[in-house]
Nanobody, 132 residues
């Protein structure tokens, strides 16, 4: 069965960095785009970033993280990463990775990439807390 397991969250001071990992299993990882979302207390789940099957420059970011976060993937390790730099207390949330519900799809903008309904499997989440 499909499993997504996030790790790497924790407590960090403002301005610091963290790298999240999401280990995938139970499907052909290299054929699916992957995304990261986050949810802060009392707020709706929010799109963060997406990487297409080939990774590289085929990525999409929300405006709130563009220039600070970087998504990447290692298809040999079945893992997607989220490097988070210049963290701000506003980044405090539970971070989730998710699998695109259709394989080999590629988006160049947030219009569809940011829609949670376009992803079918989700991890359990990892908490990121940024202190001021």
């Amino acid at each position: 069965q499909v499993q997504l397991v996030e790790s790497g969250g924790g407590l960090v001071q403002a301005g610091g960095s963290l790298r999240l990992s999401c280990a995938a299993s139970g499907f052909t990882f290299s054929t699916y785009a992957m995304g990261w979302f986050r949810q802060a207390p009392g707020k709706e789940r929010e799109f963060v970033a997406r990487v297409s099957v080939n990774g590289g420059t085929n990525t999409v970011y929300s405006d709130s993280v563009k220039g600070r976060f970087a998504i990447s993937r290692d298809n040999a390790k079945n893992t997607v990463y989220l490097q988070m730099n210049s963290l701000d207390p506003e980044d405090t949330a539970v971070y989730y990775c998710a699998r695109d519900r259709v394989n080999f799809r590629s988006y160049s903008s947030t219009r569809y990439a940011s829609v949670a309904g376009e992803y079918d499997y989700w991890g359990q989440g990892t908490q990121v807390t940024v202190s001021s």
